[in-house]
């Protein structure tokens, strides 16, 4: 499976950005999508996942602000980033995974995103 992640960029504090990931290369069904991301000096935390029937979770610190969507036709996710602040800022990494156990996991080459205050 290979993960192909846009939508990064510069915003100021209080803007939007939508970032997008696309999977391809496996006709196997991909059961979980998600999107992490790996702040400065800090490790990779989970922002947020969606199922392959729409369940989603999320980071609490990112509740309210941010919506992950899913096109399962597509093998596309989506993460909607609304009121964003500058402890946003990282490099944002799309995950999927299959597998009866999920244990089968790939990742995406990262997206930069950098808010200014």
């Known amino acids: 499976v290979q993960l192909q992640a846009s939508g990064g960029g510069l915003v100021q504090a209080g803007g939007s950005l939508r970032l997008s990931c696309a999977a391809s290369?496996?006709?196997?069904?991909?059961?979980?999508m998600g999107w992490y991301r790996q702040a400065p000096g800090k490790q990779r935390e989970l922002v947020a996942r969606?199922?392959?029937?729409?369940?989603?979770n999320y980071d609490d610190s990112m509740k309210g602000r941010f919506t992950i969507s899913r096109e399962n036709t597509k093998n596309t996710v989506y993460l909607q980033m609304n009121g964003l602040k500058a402890e946003d800022t990282g490099v944002y990494y799309c995950?999927?995974?299959?597998?009866?156990?999920?244990?089968?996991?790939?990742w995406g080459q990262g997206t930069l995103v950098t808010v200014s205050s």
């Open positions: 290369g496996s006709s196997f069904r991909i059961n979980v």
């Open positions: 969606i199922n392959s029937g729409g369940t989603t």
């Open positions: 995950n999927a995974r299959r597998g009866i156990y999920n244990e089968y996991s790939y």
